[in-house]
Nanobody
Framework: QVQLVESGGGLVQAGGSLRLSCAASGRAFSSYTMGWFRQAPGKEREFVAA????????YYSDSLKDRFTVSRDNAKNTGYLQMNSLKPEDTAVYYCAAESITTQGMAVMLKSRGYWGQGTQVTVSS
């Protein structure tokens, strides 16, 4: 079992930045690919980014890769999502996930698979 807890969300003005954290406990987090997803009200869950267990490989949503950066610190059992130049349309609940899967596989992973956090709200005001 892996338990994931997201933090770092909040209210920010358009153009601002936030860094989300995903703290893991339980089984060896460092052996899992970690991913970030988001879901806005009334919309489907959207893949944001993924990072391999070693951190050597990353994969991004094409529409977000220029503004968002995923990273991890396995010594701290924590993953991160740095979000810059935020826009109102980035408003959503952001979730982290972990699974033994490729980064590309994480992008299409079913919600029934893997380990998920409870989410953190990000609100971007115009």
């Amino acid at each position: 079992q892996v338990q994931l807890v997201e933090s770092g969300g909040g209210l920010v003005q358009a153009g601002g930045s936030l860094r989300l954290s995903c703290a893991a406990s339980g089984r060896a987090f460092s052996s899992y690919t970690m991913g970030w997803f988001r879901q806005a009200p009334g919309k489907e869950r959207e893949f944001v980014a993924a990072i391999s267990w070693s951190g050597s490989s990353t994969y991004y949503s094409d529409s977000l890769k220029d503004r968002f950066t995923v990273s991890r610190d396995n010594a701290k059992n924590t993953g991160y999502l740095q979000m810059n130049s935020l826009k109102p349309e980035d408003t959503a609940v952001y979730y982290c996930a972990a699974e033994s899967i490729t980064t590309q596989g994480m992008a299409v992973m079913l919600k029934s698979r893997g380990y998920w956090g409870q989410g953190t709200q990000v609100t971007v005001s115009s």
